[in-house]
């Protein structure tokens, strides 16, 4: 892996990383200004580590770990660095598995936000499912189906793979659900600030689900992720204490985010079936999907406030 391919896999993650943690941030933002100074910044700075250590660096590390069990705890970590003919090998085996299980994820997060989520129109076809709600589960099924019947034939444990990438969905769907309903209770008064500190970790938690295993579409090297993510997660932290109420006006940024989250499973997917994807595309789509829609928001935001001149 030369210093490019290191340098744009690591700008990748980390825009990647900060675009899926959008509403994780605005939820973060909203709690905290209900707390203490004391209780704000114990939160930015330790809920930093947690974020960054804990739940983005350990979780990668784990799911290498457990899908590579021989490498071992430690070699989980540097295996991608390592010029041992048997390690690489091993990674290569377990890839499939990985990949079609995140893939699988991903696109069912995307089809699940354009057929049931509340959102800010970016692109015409998107009123158009938003109409046709009921078939989310018909549609994610079918894929389901397909995506294990063809890795089947190739290797049962990919099959495997999308079948766990599905359930994985359907579980922190549920967390995701229960913590945006936990948020009204937050922000009652009467809540200590430990009690709100906990549960914005556990929030926190839930919400980066997407971004480790988006992650793995760009490497499977579990420093590359931690670095990424981890500066990702950092940018979050100065979004949620002074940028959030700009970062909402510009409308269409989760489009570009749940884009990039398609093609990234596309892209797994593909991976997982043997197809040659090249190391840069995951960041190159990435960057492109970001970019087309905060210009779109740019031009968005710039005509409201022409109008308001007017």
Known sequence: MNIFTIIITIGGLCLFEVISSIDNAII???VLSTMKPK???WFLFWGLLIAVFVVRGLLPWIIVWVTNPSLGFIGSLTATFSS???VKDSIEKSAPLLLAGGGIFLIFLFFH?????????GLRHER???RQGVWFYAVVSIILCVTVYFAMKINPMM???AVIGSTAFFITHGFKQNAEKGEKELMKEGLSDISKILYLEVIDATFSIDGVLGAFAFTLSVPLILIGNGIGAFVVRQLTVGNVDRIKKYIF????????????GMIMLADSFGFDIPSWLSPVITFASVAYFWFKSKKHLQ????????
């Open 28 to 30: 973060n933002a909203e």
């Open 39 to 41: 209780g704000r910044k």
């Open 84 to 86: 041992d003919p048997s």
């Open 113 to 121: 936000w354009l057929f049931l989520e509340a959102k800010n129109f």
């Open 128 to 130: 158009f499912f938003m």
């Open 159 to 161: 099959a495997f793979g």
């Open 253 to 264: 940024l989760k489009n570009g985010a749940m884009y990039s989250i398609l093609f990234l």
């Open 303 to 310: 005509d409201v406030e022409s109008a308001q001149v007017l």
